[in-house]
């Protein structure tokens, strides 16, 4: 598997793993192709997070100088930044695996069931 698959499995893990202690019990396939998965990398969220407080700081500027128009247009810059930012971008599991090569798809999906088996296994016994 390659990098970008094996980041994709340990977040399918973590929010099946979330869903199985929610729900009570292992999740089955469906239901693991129902739950939302992160797919804006946290460095990126980063970035978005700091330019969000850059426009944000633009547009308190702006406000001071009387300058209406561009201080309402860099705190809706700031908005939209901070909010990607904050929540990123989350898609459903069978989406992400609908743009993917079947046997990609096939391997991630098995690992993160797999994955997810080993973790909440014992929980539910």
Known sequence: MD??????VKKIEKAGIRASIKEGHPLTEA??????????????RIIFGVLGGIAGLLS????????????FIWASVSLMLLLFGIFGVRRTLSRILDTMDAVDAAEILGHAIEGIASAVGSLFD
């Open 31 to 44: 239901e693991l192709r129902d739950i939302k998965v992160q797919v804006l990398p946290s460095p990126l």
């Open 3 to 8: 990098p970008k698959s094996e980041r994709l």
């Open 60 to 71: 308190f500027s702006s406000f001071m100088q009387d300058a209406d128009g561009q201080g």
